[in-house]
């Protein structure tokens, strides 16, 4: 019996000492989900529109943001990864010796390598677009990425009393990450870059990445002002996520439209919480202004189908918003029940003490239909319409067409909902998209 048990604790420690030489004191987990570190070729981004429309410097001046979207650091793995998923294990010691890496792919002309946007587009880096920058940005931290790594201190993590690596670093933990479209007029410098319409052709490179820097993962290369570079990663899963936008997006470069004015405030006057629950409303007009190029397409065939390169609008609330927001007032539909958006807009901070509960804001088109709220810039398909459709010619300006439509904005009880009334204030914000079908 004594010479099994001394025989067992032997190879146990054996096996720890082996185990620890090789790794350090992180060691890469696989638990809650598979996870094989970061494929190389199978970054992503998710929220964009499916295409972005290009069109001249007087109507697009420098700098105008042509699309942009958030992402968490699932949507840039080339695995399924879970908010608690754990990625890594660490030893107690190293709790402040823990970070997230992350910085534009440095090493090519078109994924990172050259911040053509100067001082006025500050983090804009030339891309696989002619005429457009790429900005990344952490959420966490405000910072724009960088062709040499940045670096942010993970912290709040949380622990295994019961492990020899009882530090847990999870998906969750990683910040998401911001991209943007830039107009920019470097055409000339950007020799290499896509000057043509439809999908952008191979190769798909990473735009940037999210690593992982820890004692026995990351690689002596990742430091703070070091080139930002998959190829400097001597560990396989120092890499946990990476940008490419290059297959999901389309380019058009076509005659469209722009947003001048729109009502900036929408104020409704005081009622009581009796007022609206016996069925009380207030309602305002949402005038938005806006100029379409000559040749510009914006209204559907007289069979209600809308044809490639259509301009069309939408409203919407931010996507980080959406699912609270169809947790309260339901969902929109479209024709063949196809979920748009939401029907309604709740306030900023839903919830929280002093926030009016069971009201919302609903829109409304000139002819009585409703106007569902979009999630974020992608969204539903069905939220969008064509941009003339219910609008009116006011003047011109310049070569362009002015025009105006007019929504009805009303506030109530939200409807079809077993919410009561509570007395608070109501602040909440949308904001008007335009986009090239």
């Given at each position: ?90 030893a107690a010691t190293d709790v402040n010796n823990l970070y997230e890496y992350y910085g534009t792919e440095a090493t090519n002309a078109l994924t990172g390598q050259f911040e053509d946007g100067g001082a006025q587009v500050p983090g804009g880096y030339r891309s696989k677009i002619a005429g457009v920058l790429v900005r990344l940005t952490n959420t966490s931290t405000g910072e724009y990425f960088s062709h040499t790594w940045k670096r942010r201190q993970l912290s709040g993590l949380d622990r295994d009393a019961n492990s020899l690596f009882p530090i847990l670093v999870k998906v969750k933990n990683f910040s998401t990450v911001k991209l943007e479209f830039i107009r920019f007029p470097n055409e000339s410098s950007a020799t290499d870059a896509f000057t043509g319409s439809g999908p952008l052709p191979a190769p798909y490179w990473n ?231």
């Amino acid at each position: 019996m004594c010479q099994a048990y001394c025989r067992m604790l032997l190879l146990l420690s054996t096996t720890l000492l082996l185990f620890t030489q090789a790794w350090g004191v992180c060691i890469y987990s696989a638990e809650n989900g598979n996870w094989d570190g970061q494929s190389f070729a199978m970054g992503g981004f998710t929220g964009l529109p499916s295409a972005i429309n290009i069109n001249s410097l007087d109507f697009q001046p420098s700098g105008t943001v042509l699309a942009s979207a958030v992402a968490p650091l699932p949507a840039l793995s080339s695995s399924a990864l879970k908010p608690e998923q754990i990625l890594f294990r660490c030893a107690a010691t190293d709790v402040n010796n823990l970070y997230e890496y992350y910085g534009t792919e440095a090493t090519n002309a078109l994924t990172g390598q050259f911040e053509d946007g100067g001082a006025q587009v500050p983090g804009g880096y030339r891309s696989k677009i002619a005429g457009v920058l790429v900005r990344l940005t952490n959420t966490s931290t405000g910072e724009y990425f960088s062709h040499t790594w940045k670096r942010r201190q993970l912290s709040g993590l949380d622990r295994d009393a019961n492990s020899l690596f009882p530090i847990l670093v999870k998906v969750k933990n990683f910040s998401t990450v911001k991209l943007e479209f830039i107009r920019f007029p470097n055409e000339s410098s950007a020799t290499d870059a896509f000057t043509g319409s439809g999908p952008l052709p191979a190769p798909y490179w990473n735009a940037g990445y999210l690593a992982f820097g820890g004692p026995g993962i990351s690689s002596a290369n990742i430091d703070v002002g070091k080139p930002a570079t998959w190829w400097t990663v001597s560990s396989p899963y120092a890499y946990v996520g990476s940008v490419n936008y290059a297959q999901s997006i389309e380019v058009r470069r076509t005659s469209s439209c722009k947003v001048n004015n729109v009502t900036p405030y929408v104020l409704f006057p005081s009622m009581s919480v009796a007022q609206m629950e016996a069925g009380k409303v207030a309602s305002a007009t949402i005038n938005i202004d806006f100029s379409c190029q000559p040749n510009a397409s914006g209204s559907s065939s007289p069979y209600g189908t809308i044809a490639t390169g259509t301009t069309m609008m939408a409203i919407a609330i931010p996507s980080d918003k959406a699912n609270a927001s169809s947790s309260i007032t339901g969902l929109a539909y479209g024709p063949g029940g196809a979920v748009i958006g939401s029907p309604a807009l709740i306030s900023d901070h839903y919830g929280n003490t002093g926030i009016a509960q069971g009201v919302a804001v609903t829109l409304k088109h000139q002819n009585g239909q409703p106007v569902a709220f979009n999630w974020g810039v992608k969204g539903y398909d069905g939220a969008w319409w064509p941009i003339l459709d219910g609008a009116t010619q006011i003047g011109l300006a310049g070569s362009s067409k002015a025009y105006r439509k007019t929504l009805t904005a009303t506030f109530g009880k939200i409807a079809n909902r077993s919410i009561k009334v509570t007395a608070g204030s109501f602040n909440a914000q949308a904001e008007v998209l335009i986009r090239v079908q």
